[in-house]
Structure formats: structure tokens, C-alpha cells
């Protein structure tokens, strides 16, 4: 099954709110995007590619790994966006959905919601306080709360085994992810935001913990390396810094040496 463009009967299933139909405009309906991200991550790992989607939202991630014949363990929170994943992937050989977060410790933790725009749920206060009056950020309310199960990367490695690659992209609770693992992993991304620096350098500091790094940056949907050459993680930090804040968002990759 192919998930590039889901079919009218899914599409119908789905439930019926206008953020999740325009996050399927903007994540599957774009051919160019899904193009470039094939392309990206069939740079990064095999087509028998284990990969750990953290903080899937609809699964474009997983639907380019599933395209390219990796097998994909993806978790995502939000039950409504849950659901719609499920309707999207469930049936789709190759992908585990399961409808947790991930952080430090396994439990329970509270999911803020944003309905308008359910991309930017974040377990973290600390990071819709960073976005209170942000320039770029604006008319975005997290207005909701729902308690999710919380696992780890350790245990999911346990479950699942180790993954080649893992993507995360949990606004904000990149660093708690990160607390939950403690082996070095071949290949990783983490999402980072200029209203939020400090929490992509976390992110460096805890991986120089765990084994030797070196990183890359793709910014905002480019979907493609910014840097011919991988960094150092001073240069890393080095480059995050000089972002403008107009940047916004982007994603980190981290490969191990």
C-alpha cells in the first residue's frame, strides 16, 4: 500500500477537522516535498532500515521510510491525530503505531494541545512560554490538555531492537527524549526552533555523552543537508547561533563516529 496520496474512503474516515485536512495538503499533497524527503532519507539509512519515528503527527516521515522499504516503529499522542495515523498506516506492512509519547521515564505526562494547529502539541510549558509573543509564532493557543503514556527509547529498544535511525520532533521535549536513551545510536535527527535554542544545544551536550557525534542541519521543509560536510558539535553550536530567529525551525542530524 502507498500512502502518497491517501485514498477517498480514508480521506473520508478521517475525522473531520480542518487542521487535520490541511496538515494532508501541506504533508502529502506536495510531490515535490515528498520527492526531496525521499531523497534525504534515502542518503541516511537501507531499505531494510529499522527507524524509530518519534512524534509522528500524520506519518510523512513514516510514509517516506515505509515508500523506501525500511520498517518503521512510529508514536504519536494526540489520540485524534492518532486515529487519523492509524487510518492512514495501520495497515501498512513494516509500520508499528503506537499511541505514546516518549520522554525520560516511562508514565504519564500532559499532552498540551493546540487544535488549531495540532504540529505544535508539546509537553513542554516551557516551550509555549518561549512562543508567548514570539514573532512568527502568533495566534497560536494551547488551549487543551490530555494525560498520554509516556515510554523511552530504551524501551523501546528493548521491544523493538536498535534502530538504525530516529527521527524526533516533539516541540520542545527533544532534551527529555533524549534522557530516555542510554546507548549510542547510529543516526538521529531532532527538530530544533530559534525560539528555543537552548534546547537544541541540550540535545548536542547529552549525545557528546552517549558517544562521538557529528551533525548536520536541514532547515525549515528544505528536506536536504545545509552542510557539504558534517560538524563537530562546536560547529554545530557554532551554526545554530548565527540562525536568524526568522529561521524559525529545522531539524538536526546526528551521526555517529
Given at each position: 500500500?502507498?500512502?502518497?496520496?491517501?485514498?477517498?474512503?480514508?480521506?473520508?474516515?478521517?475525522?473531520?477537522?480542518?487542521?487535520?485536512?490541511?496538515?494532508?495538503?501541506?504533508?502529502?499533497?506536495?510531490?515535490?516535498?515528498?520527492?526531496?524527503?525521499?531523497?534525504?532519507?534515502?542518503?541516511?539509512?537501507?531499505?531494510?532500515?529499522?527507524?524509530?519515528?518519534?512524534?509522528?503527527?500524520?506519518?510523512?516521515?513514516?510514509?517516506?521510510?515505509?515508500?523506501?522499504?525500511?520498517r518503521v516503529v512510529a508514536l504519536e499522542?494526540?489520540?485524534?491525530?492518532?486515529?487519523?495515523?492509524?487510518?492512514?498506516?495501520?495497515?501498512?506492512?513494516?509500520?508499528?503505531?503506537?499511541?505514546?509519547?516518549?520522554?525520560?521515564?516511562?508514565?504519564?505526562?500532559?499532552?498540551?494541545?493546540?487544535?488549531?494547529?495540532?504540529?505544535?502539541?508539546?509537553?513542554?510549558?516551557?516551550?509555549?512560554?518561549a512562543a508567548s509573543g514570539a514573532p512568527?509564532?502568533?495566534?497560536?493557543?494551547?488551549?487543551?490538555?490530555?494525560?498520554?503514556?509516556?515510554?523511552?527509547?530504551?524501551?523501546?529498544?528493548?521491544?523493538?531492537?536498535?534502530?538504525?535511525?530516529?527521527?524526533?520532533?516533539?516541540?520542545?521535549?527533544?532534551?527529555?527524549?533524549?534522557?530516555?536513551?542510554?546507548?549510542?545510536?547510529?543516526?538521529?535527527?531532532?527538530?530544533?526552533?530559534?525560539?528555543?535554542?537552548?534546547?537544541?544545544?541540550?540535545?548536542?551536550?547529552?549525545?557528546?555523552?552517549?558517544?562521538?557525534?557529528?551533525?548536520?542541519?536541514?532547515?525549515?521543509?528544505?528536506?536536504?543537508?545545509?552542510?557539504?560536510?558534517?560538524?563537530?558539535?562546536?560547529?554545530?553550536?557554532?551554526?545554530?547561533?548565527?540562525?536568524?530567529?526568522?529561521?524559525?525551525?529545522?531539524?538536526?542530524?546526528?551521526?555517529?563516529?
Amino acid at each position: 500500500m502507498t500512502c502518497t496520496l491517501p485514498p477517498r474512503k480514508t480521506r473520508d474516515r478521517l475525522p473531520r477537522m480542518g487542521a487535520i485536512g490541511r496538515s494532508l495538503d501541506i504533508y502529502f499533497r506536495d510531490t515535490a516535498r515528498r520527492a526531496r524527503m525521499d531523497r534525504l532519507h534515502r542518503s541516511l539509512v537501507s531499505p531494510d532500515a529499522l527507524v524509530f519515528d518519534i512524534g509522528a503527527h500524520l506519518g510523512d516521515r513514516t510514509d517516506s521510510f515505509l515508500r523506501l522499504g525500511a520498517r518503521v516503529v512510529a508514536l504519536e499522542p494526540q489520540p485524534h491525530v492518532f486515529r487519523a495515523l492509524r487510518l492512514l498506516h495501520g495497515r501498512r506492512p513494516g509500520a508499528v503505531l503506537l499511541a505514546q509519547a516518549a520522554g525520560a521515564e516511562p508514565g504519564r505526562l500532559v499532552l498540551h494541545l493546540n487544535p488549531r494547529n495540532p504540529t505544535v502539541a508539546t509537553l513542554e510549558a516551557g516551550f509555549i512560554r518561549a512562543a508567548s509573543g514570539a514573532p512568527g509564532w502568533e495566534g497560536q493557543v494551547w488551549e487543551g490538555q490530555v494525560a498520554v503514556p509516556v515510554t523511552t527509547l530504551d524501551a523501546l529498544i528493548t521491544r523493538f531492537g536498535l534502530p538504525d535511525f530516529v527521527k524526533i520532533d516533539v516541540e520542545g521535549h527533544e532534551p527529555a527524549v533524549l534522557q530516555g536513551l542510554g546507548t549510542a545510536l547510529p543516526l538521529l535527527s531532532f527538530e530544533f526552533t530559534t525560539i528555543q535554542r537552548a534546547a537544541a544545544e541540550a540535545c548536542i551536550t547529552r549525545l557528546g555523552r552517549l558517544g562521538v557525534y557529528e551533525f548536520n542541519l536541514s532547515l525549515g521543509e528544505a528536506q536536504s543537508l545545509q552542510f557539504p560536510r558534517w560538524l563537530d558539535p562546536d560547529a554545530i553550536r557554532a551554526a545554530l547561533i548565527r540562525l536568524p530567529h526568522s529561521a524559525n525551525s529545522g531539524d538536526i542530524f546526528a551521526r555517529r563516529v
